[in-house]
T-cell receptor
Framework: DQQVKQNSPSLSVQEGRISILNCDYT??????FLWYKKYPAEGPTFLIS?????DKNEDGRFTVFLNKSAKHLSLHIVPSQPGDSAVYFC????????????FGTGTRLQVFP | DTAVSQTPKYLVTQMGNDKSIKCEQN?????MYWYKQDSKKFLKIMFS???????INETVPNRFSPKSPDKAHLNLHINSLELGDSAVYFC??????????????FGAGTRLSVL
């Protein structure tokens, strides 16, 4: 029973263009969402988060959008850089009832010159 | 100055053995976690501890026993290792003070291979 889904296992984007990574969830109790970035042989690194009381959060080149009615969130990276090439995980939690993070299976982003 | 550090990074062992993975965080956090990433890349929580007390235990076999000697350390001991225990194990931590967000910081992982 996968409550958080990232349906695109991979994405390839040219440097300078926008990368859009998508995530869908099924549990309406989820109200705090995070994106993590992971390089090979390293742990997930926190990137950006959003609470359900917002529909957008921005941090530099990274913006997360939340559509609660559609149970969908997306991560936009503009402009994409080769160093952004990594696996991106979406995670959700029903915080503060629980701090358990439920992760998606990840999307591998490749940014090419 | 690694914030969440795990040792060892790689662990290769035989079925039936007992092994431990250590985790330490220097962030001053009071909640720590163990996650398992299996061969299908699912990252799932196993345990969480807050100030040395077990909070979450996600139907993990009792061969897995976490131990938290203090709030900066959370170790994972695994008895009678099985082939299916092969995975990458991640430690994580966060602060749980008033107003704290649920942002968890992860270690680099321990790749366990059971032969």
């Amino acid at each position: 029973d996968q409550q958080v889904k990232q349906n695109s296992p991979s994405l390839s984007v040219q440097e300078g263009r926008i990368s859009i990574l998508n995530c869908d969830y099924t549990n309406s109790m989820f109200d705090y969402f995070l994106w993590y970035k992971k390089y090979p042989a390293e742990g997930p690194t926190f990137l950006i988060s959003i609470s359900s009381i917002k529909d957008k959060n921005e941090d530099g080149r990274f913006t997360v959008f939340l559509n609660k009615s559609a149970k969908h969130l997306s991560l936009h990276i503009v402009p994409s850089q080769p160093g952004d090439s990594a696996v991106y995980f979406c995670a959700a939690s029903a915080f503060p009832f629980t701090d358990k993070l439920i992760f998606g299976t990840g999307t591998r982003l490749q940014v090419f010159p | 100055d690694t914030a969440v550090s795990q040792t060892p990074k790689y662990l290769v062992t035989q079925m039936g053995n007992d092994k431990s993975i250590k985790c330490e965080q220097n962030l001053g956090h009071d909640t720590m976690y163990w996650y398992k990433q299996d061969s299908k890349k699912f990252l799932k929580i196993m345990f969480s501890y807050n100030n040395k007390e077990l909070i979450i235990n996600e139907t993990v076999p009792n061969r897995f026993s976490p131990k938290s000697p203090d709030k900066a350390h959370l170790n994972l001991h695994i008895n009678s290792l099985e082939l299916g225990d092969s995975a990458v194990y991640f430690c994580a931590s966060r602060t749980s003070g008033i107003g704290a967000k649920n942002i968890q910081y992860f270690g680099a992982g321990t790749r366990l291979s059971v032969l």
